[in-house]
C-alpha cells in the first residue's frame, strides 16, 4: 500500500509560479511511474506530466516548457515546478503513482487546488 500526500497548491497571479510536492509513504518509491494530473471544473481528468522509475518525462502539450516534473527517490518524493502559469492551469492537482499489474499497483492523492487567478 502506498499513501500519497500532495502540497503546495494555492492561489497565484497569472505568470506565477508554484511548486506542487507529493510525498509517497512506503519502501518501494522508486519502482514507481509517477504522474501528475489535474481536472477542472466540468472537465475530466488529464494527465500533465510524468516520470518514470527510469527518469523519463513526459508533458501535456500544454504545459511543455513551463511545467517540470522531478523525483527524488532519497526523500520519496516527486515534484512538479509550475512557472508562467496561465488562468486554464486552474485545477484540483493529483499526484498518482503506479507501476506493473497496474490493476495492483495504482494509488492516487486527494489532490491539492491550484488557482491562477488573471
Known amino acids: 500500500q502506498v499513501q500519497l500526500v500532495e502540497s503546495g497548491g494555492g492561489l497565484v497571479q497569472a505568470g506565477g509560479s508554484l511548486r506542487l510536492s507529493c510525498a509517497a509513504s512506503g519502501s518501494t518509491f522508486s519502482l514507481y511511474n509517477m504522474g501528475w494530473y489535474r481536472q477542472a471544473p466540468g472537465k475530466q481528468r488529464e494527465l500533465v506530466a510524468g516520470i518514470t522509475s527510469g527518469g523519463s518525462t513526459n508533458y501535456a502539450d500544454s504545459v511543455k516548457g513551463r511545467f517540470t516534473i522531478s523525483r527524488d527517490n532519497a526523500k520519496n518524493t516527486v515534484y512538479l515546478q509550475m512557472n508562467s502559469l496561465k488562468s486554464e492551469d486552474t485545477a484540483v492537482y493529483y499526484c498518482?503513482?503506479?507501476?506493473?499489474?497496474?490493476?495492483?499497483?495504482?494509488?492516487w492523492g486527494q489532490g491539492t487546488q491550484v488557482t491562477v487567478s488573471s
Open positions: 498518482n503513482a503506479k507501476r506493473l499489474p497496474i490493476f495492483r499497483y495504482d494509488y
